[in-house]
C-alpha cells in the first residue's frame, strides 16, 4: 500500500502572489446599520507587547482568571474627510453619480495628488439632492501627525457610510466635509474589528523555504533544496498544487474578529510607549488602540479597519486590562 501524509504547505491562499499596493482595497463591507456612522478606518502598526487581563472567553480553561495575552499596538491619529460621493450600481458595476469636496485640505495632501478646489454651494446642494445605492467618504491619513514613519505622503481611500436611510447617510457625509474623524467612532472597547493589511515581504524564495516540503537525501545527484517530481506525464501541465519557487510573503490578508481592547485618545497622557521606544518605530504620540493577537505587516505598515463581517460574536462591555507591559524592548 502507498504512504499517505498530508500535503506540505496549504493551498488556502493560493496562489501567493505579491500584493498591488501596500495600501488594500476593502471590496466587500458589512450590512448596513441603522444609524449613520463610518464602517472603516486605518492606522500605522507600532508594535506587539503583552498585558496582564481578566480572560473574557467563557469557555476557556480560563475563564475568569488573570492571564497573560500578546498585544499589538496601533496608532491611529484621526483622518481627515477630504470629500465624498454617492455610487448607483448599474449592469456593468458601479458609477459615480455625484461627488463633492470639501474645503481647506492640508498641505500635504499636494504630495498625493492635484489640488482640489472646494465644491461650490450649488455642487453641495445637488449632491444633497442626487439619489444612489452608497455614500463614501474620501478621506487621507495625517502623517505629519506621528513620528513613527519617514513618509510625509497621505494615504487617500474611501470609507463607506452605513445607515439605514439613504438621506441619513448623505447628510452624514455633507455634514464631515473637510473635518476630522477620530478612531472611536468605529470601535469601542470590547468591539470587534476586520484588519486587513500586506504581511512582510520575503522576496523570492525557493521550494524548502517556501512550503516546508523535505530536503532531498544526502546522496541526490542533483540538489537537496528542490523537490523531487513535477508531477506524471499525463496531465502534461504542471497543476497548481505542485510546490515550487516563488514569492513568499507581502501578500494581501485579512483578519477577521480582532478584538479591541483599549481606545487610547491621547498616547501622551495616557503612556503607551515602553522605556527605549518601539523597536523600528519609536513613540507614540497620538491615539492608538490596542488589539488582542498578532497583526500582518512590519512596524510603520499602514493596515485599514472595517466593521466585522463575520458578526456571530458578542462584543464584552469592559475589558478588565490590569496592566500593559511598557519594559524596553531593545532587550535590556
Known sequence: MARHRPRRGSLAYSPRSRAARPLPRIRSWATTAKAPSIEGFAGFKVGMTHAFMVDYRKRSTTAGQEVSVPVTVVEVPPLRVA?????????YGQRVVSEVWGPDPIEELARRLPAHPASPPE????????????????VYT????ITGIGSKTPALFEVRVAGEKFDDRRAFALAHLGKEVPAEQLAKEGE???????????????????????????????????????????????????????????????QFNMRVLRVVKDARADPL???????????????AI???????????RLLRFRTPLRSQRVAVEKV???????RSKQGA
Not at 478588565?320 to 511598557?326: F, M, N, P, Q
Open 83 to 91: 470629500g465624498a460621493r454617492i455610487y448607483g450600481r448599474e449592469p
Open 320 to 326: 478588565d486590562l490590569r496592566y500593559l507591559s511598557t
Open 123 to 138: 455642487r453641495l446642494d445637488a449632491f444633497g439632492h442626487a439619489h444612489g445605492d452608497e455614500v463614501r467618504l474620501m
Open 192 to 254: 470587534f474589528v476586520d484588519v486587513v493589511g500586506v504581511t512582510k515581504g520575503f522576496g523570492f524564495q525557493g521550494h524548502i523555504q517556501r512550503w516546508g516540503v523535505k530536503l532531498q537525501p544526502r546522496k541526490n545527484s542533483k540538489h537537496r533544496r528542490m523537490i523531487g517530481t513535477l508531477g506524471p506525464h499525463n496531465p502534461s501541465f504542471v497543476t497548481y498544487r505542485i510546490p515550487q519557487a516563488g514569492q513568499q510573503g507581502y501578500h494581501r490578508r485579512t
Open 290 to 300: 490596542l488589539l488582542h493577537g498578532s497583526l500582518p505587516g512590519p512596524a510603520k
Open 273 to 287: 510607549t515602553p522605556s527605549g521606544g518601539f523597536p523600528h518605530y519609536g513613540e507614540v504620540r497620538t491615539a
Open 142 to 145: 495625517q502623517p505629519h501627525l
